[in-house]
């Protein structure tokens, strides 16, 4: 989960960079500094909210995946059944 917070904030600073080199101002112009921050925290926040949707989809695979695996046994076990 770490490593997924981390990508983002520095995604979202690499963002803030990329805005300033557009706008052709200095990367580190005291009166915006604030700003690096603040797109960091957007990004990290951004990596959380993904970090739980992919918790939940793997948790809802695992579960849809054991059904499955469940069902196929049952299945498996009738049609032994049927020939003997």
Sequence with gaps: MVHRLAFWS???VAVRFW???IEMRPFFNKSSLWAYPV???GGASFGYW?????????ESLT????????????KAQRDAEAEA
């Design 50 to 58: 993904l970090q739980g949707v992919d918790d939940r989809q793997t």
């Design 10 to 12: 520095a995604f979202g």
């Design 63 to 74: 579960a849809r995946k054991a059904a499955l695996l469940e069902k196929r046994a049952r």
């Design 39 to 41: 797109y960091a925290l």
């Design 19 to 21: 805005q300033v080199g």
